[in-house]
């Protein structure tokens, strides 16, 4: 059985607490024509790098019934950085367009078969998974992006289209996971398609 999500799965459900204050569960974005959940963290080069272009997407496609959620799935004894705490004040440091949640026992992470930080994960108006990977080949320099596969996706599913590519490897740094090494992966969680990158 694959570790990762397959296209046409459903969402998972989740219930988390946000740096709003707030618990998030899926259902708060039942109205939504799509939904993208990524996994991403305080701490990584490759999250850093892609902040403002989460922003920027959150901004974009918000007015055409697209919600965004980042979820922070990484252990924290040995990255204290992403600790619930820090994620608020990240959160409104950074001015985050999009919901920021805690997944504190890594639950969620494991429900969506989350690879990396960021990893994105885009659903339809019926919560069926129709994109996951990057957002672009170069999470950490915008400027160096050739592609833009997360804003495609999106434009392909409110337009009721076929996705033109529906996989892609996420890249960035590995979630980091209770109890194991910072690079650990599990065993089944191979690459999403055969090429790196």
Request: hydrophobic share 40%; proline share 6%.
């Amino acid at each position: 059985m694959a570790f990762t999500l397959q296209i046409g799965d459903r969402a998972p459900d989740f219930s988390l607490p946000a740096t709003d204050g707030k618990t998030c569960a899926l259902a708060d974005f039942a109205g939504s024509a799509a939904l993208v959940v990524v996994f991403s963290c305080n701490h990584c080069p490759y999250v850093i790098g892609s902040e403002d272009r989460m922003n920027a997407f959150a901004a974009d496609y918000a007015p055409r019934g697209v919600a965004m959620i980042a979820i922070n799935s990484n252990e924290t004894e040995n990255h204290p950085d992403d600790s619930f705490e820090h994620m608020v004040t990240r959160a409104a440091q950074r001015k985050f367009r999009f919901v920021y949640a805690r997944d504190g026992d890594q639950s969620v992470a494991l429900a969506y078969g989350a690879l990396r930080t960021p990893h994105y994960f885009l659903f339809d108006a019926d919560r069926r998974l129709r994109y996951t990977g990057r957002m672009d080949d170069d999470p950490r320099t915008a400027a160096n992006a050739r592609t833009r596969e997360l804003r495609d996706a999106a434009d392909a599913v409110l337009a009721g289209s076929a996705v033109p590519v529906e996989l892609t490897n996420p890249i960035g740094c590995n979630v980091k996971w209770a109890g194991r090494d910072a690079h650990w992966m599990p065993p089944e969680a191979c690459d999403l398609v055969g090429v790196s990158g």
